[in-house]
């Protein structure tokens, strides 16, 4: 992984869940019964149904809140504040990753298809809080979500950041080929690779990655 092709970056841009946390910390667990139960209440359904409905809604959307704001007219206030009102005690401080994204030459934004208040809680668990110049969730969005086009445009025209001087790092490989397509150089961060021509670089350790970035 050769450091010089990140030489020319200036603006790190960082997605929340699964990247700055590991999978192991089983997070969205909690959010997906959630997120199903929300649904069961507000549609009338069983939870076979709410279930089945929050995965299509999450691949044809994007976010399953992204589906019923355009499948039933939900309003995303308090569905945000409900299903991310979870148990974050599985999260600790990460030094080493603090460490590596600290040493990181310009600046660091996060970017989650969540708010950001509960971005904030993530962030604060970690030992992270001050770490990042911007935390963008889905409002400042106006909750278009990631993989779709209308959400990197809104945030980054919101950040200033100028794509070919960026790099982006996501669990999710979908929602790296619009950003790859607008130049930035794109990183999955995952247990497994996916190789694809959208993704330039792939790490299960992201702390390593970006210490690697900044040695010598």
């Keep these: 992984m050769p450091a010089q092709d990140f030489r020319h970056v200036t603006t790190w841009v960082f997605d929340l869940d699964k990247t700055l946390y590991p999978p192991e910390a089983r997070l969205f667990d909690q959010i997906e019964v959630k997120m199903t139960d929300w649904v069961m209440r507000r549609l009338g359904v069983d939870r076979d149904r709410a279930d089945q409905l929050r995965q299509q809604y999450w ?10 704001m355009h499948e039933h007219d939900v309003q995303p206030g308090d569905y945000l504040a409900e299903v991310h009102d979870i148990d974050f005690s599985a999260l600790a401080p990460d030094p080493a990753l603090i460490s590596a994204l600290q040493a990181l030459p310009g600046r660091r934004i996060v970017f ?4 950001a208040v509960y971005a904030g809680r993530v962030l604060a668990a970690r030992g992270m809080t001050g770490l990042f110049d911007a935390v963008y969730g889905v409002e400042h969005a106006q909750f278009h979500p990631k993989p779709r086009r209308e959400a990197f445009e809104t945030i980054f025209a919101a950040d200033g950041l100028l794509p070919a001087k960026a790099a982006m790092f996501e669990d999710d ?10 130049g930035l150089r794109t990183v999955h961060v995952a247990p497994d690779p996916q ?9 299960a350790d992201l702390a390593g990655f970006l210490s690697r970035l900044t040695q010598g």
């Design 59 to 68: 691949a044809l959307y994007g976010t399953t809140l992204a589906g019923l």
């Design 112 to 115: 989650t298809n969540a708010d």
């Design 173 to 182: 490989a979908r929602n790296l080929e619009v950003p790859h397509a607008m």
């Design 195 to 203: 190789p694809a021509p959208h993704i330039d670089h792939h790490t």
